[in-house]
């Protein structure tokens, strides 16, 4: 169209995402450092992010251009599938036949692709574009293909490629798991002014055949300030100013021109709405609106509701059960605590009325008919002392005059002895 009239070789703007056109902005850059350290690390999970337009495609078409021959790798672009839908993609795309195989075929076909792969010295990688739209399920059944490793490192590389409200789904609490895996993570940001500059003459240049024609940099911040640094809409707005400037011939682009574009552009509604770089609502939503739908709003979402996973609700099951569970041991402890309330206070008022109530005093008739007993007399102690003292018996008179033993005496019968010998002695 305008190509011979700007001497162009091809549309510099297309919507293509074509790695020749990848300008190397400080954001691409560091995406690009960071995929290229996840690959060479054998890092576990690597997840990319940006808005809508902010060139994610054509930064992933730039890493896998770059890789060399020992790398295997399987794309799936197409991310409304169930998990077994994604299990057949991904094996499509490596070169097997997953057809008329169970899952633990598929599974098990799989696996030994990869060990084939990494006996050979190759390294296999799944690439999932527009990962924000994978349902949970899909997104565990991804996190089970990690497993898939030797006692050294994983046989599947996995980089999964999405919009801002990947991030939201990935910090759910049913994908602890997989956040867990996540070793690299960067998102893209839009360009600033400067940088949307460069961008536009830099793919002017790349298409030129001659002197290159320049954007000046009022027409630049004009396209800067309208697409809010996103690529894809300064490709929109840049390839709509070609257009115009050919159909009036206009050699020379100026703010003039940039401007009546814009505001074309914007009367017709080819921009839409100025676009959220951050925003965080997905095409398929991780859980469904609960607000009363309208009409067309129920026709919307009609299809996303039938897609929701049988896993999906059994875990809401679950959970459900769980609280129902929680409520009933609240209840059963609150009544409990209240019993137990009860019976303290009923022991605490016995207690009471036992210290107020006071033994009965006996009448003065009951206390005159009882005989006074006499008081003991004398006291134990007085006794002692006026009982005098007996001496115990001595036996010492009888120490001194011992009866001689019977051989002794024997003797002195047979051989006599000057001291005479009594016969009651013997």
């Known amino acids: 169209m305008y190509e011979r009239f700007y001497r162009l070789r091809e549309r510099p703007f297309a919507l293509t995402p074509d790695p020749d056109y990848l300008y190397p902005s400080r954001v691409h850059k560091e995406a690009l450092s960071y995929l290229r350290y996840g690959i060479e690390s054998h890092a576990g999970f690597i997840v990319i992010t940006g808005a809508i337009g902010s060139g994610k495609t054509t930064l992933l078409?730039?890493?896998?251009?770059?890789?060399?021959?020992?790398?295997?790798?399987?794309?799936?672009?197409?991310?409304?599938?169930?998990?077994?839908?994604?299990?057949?993609?991904?094996?499509?795309?490596?070169?097997?036949?997953?057809?008329?195989?169970?899952?633990?075929?598929?599974?098990?076909?799989?696996?030994?692709f990869l060990v084939s792969e990494r006996a050979a010295g190759r390294l296999v990688l799944l690439v999932i574009d527009e990962a924000q739209n994978l349902s949970l399920p899909a997104l565990e059944e991804i996190r089970m293909l990690s497993n898939l490793e030797t006692e050294k490192s994983k046989l599947l590389q996995i980089i999964?490629?999405?919009?801002?409200?990947?991030?939201?789904?990935?910090?759910?609490?049913?994908?602890?798991?997989?956040?867990?895996?996540?070793t690299v993570s960067y998102h893209l940001e839009p360009i600033d002014a400067e940088e949307?500059?460069?961008?536009?003459?830099?793919?002017?240049?790349?298409?030129?055949?001659?002197?290159?024609?320049?954007?000046?940099?009022?027409?630049?911040?004009?396209?800067?300030?309208?697409?809010?640094?996103?690529?894809?809409?300064?490709?929109?707005?840049?390839?709509?100013?070609?257009?115009?400037?050919?159909?009036?011939?206009r050699s020379v682009i100026d703010s003039t021109l940039i401007d009546e574009v814009i505001a074309d552009l914007d009367a017709t509604g080819v921009l839409g709405p100025r676009s959220n770089p951050n925003r965080r609502e997905s095409v398929v939503p991780a859980v469904p609106s609960t607000a009363a739908p309208g009409?067309?709003?129920?026709?919307?979402?009609?299809?996303?509701?039938?897609?929701?996973?049988?896993?999906?609700?059994?875990?809401a099951r679950e959970l459900a059960e769980r609280e129902r569970e929680l409520r009933r041991r609240e209840q059963e402890m609150?009544?409990?605590?209240?019993?137990?309330?009860?019976?303290?206070?009923?022991?605490?008022?016995?207690?009471?009325?036992l210290r107020t109530q006071t033994p009965p005093q006996p009448s003065a008739q009951a206390v005159a008919a009882q005989p006074s007993?006499?008081?003991?007399?004398?006291?134990?102690?007085?006794?002692?002392?006026?009982?005098?003292?007996?001496q115990?018996?001595?036996?010492?008179?009888?120490?001194?005059?011992?009866?001689?033993?019977?051989?002794?005496?024997?003797?002195?019968?047979?051989?006599?002895?000057?001291e005479p010998v009594l016969e009651d002695s013997l």
């Open 392 to 418: 115990p018996p001595s036996f010492a008179m009888y120490h001194s005059k011992r009866r001689p033993s019977f051989w002794r005496r024997m003797k002195t019968t047979l051989l006599g002895t000057p």
């Open 373 to 390: 007993a006499a008081p003991a007399w004398p006291p134990v102690a007085a006794a002692a002392q006026a009982r005098p003292r007996v």
């Open 295 to 315: 009409p067309i709003a129920e026709a919307a979402v009609a299809p996303v509701a039938a897609m929701r996973s049988a896993e999906d609700d059994k875990l």
């Open 61 to 112: 078409q730039t890493m896998v251009r770059g890789l060399d021959s020992h790398t295997t790798v399987a794309r799936v672009m197409n991310t409304l599938l169930d998990p077994r839908e994604l299990l057949e993609s991904a094996m499509i795309d490596l070169g097997l036949d997953p057809s008329g195989q169970s899952k633990p075929a598929m599974l098990r076909a799989l696996g030994e």
């Open 160 to 182: 999964l490629i999405g919009q801002p409200d990947l991030r939201d789904k990935l910090d759910r609490p049913e994908l602890e798991q997989l956040r867990q895996r996540i």
């Open 334 to 353: 609150a009544s409990r605590e209240k019993e137990l309330a009860e019976q303290r206070r009923v022991l605490a008022d016995q207690y009471r009325l």
């Open 196 to 249: 949307t500059a460069h961008y536009v003459n830099h793919r002017l240049a790349r298409a030129s055949i001659a002197t290159p024609l320049e954007f000046p940099r009022d027409v630049t911040d004009a396209i800067h300030s309208r697409s809010g640094g996103v690529p894809r809409l300064i490709n929109v707005i840049a390839d709509a100013t070609l257009v115009f400037g050919y159909g009036e011939e």
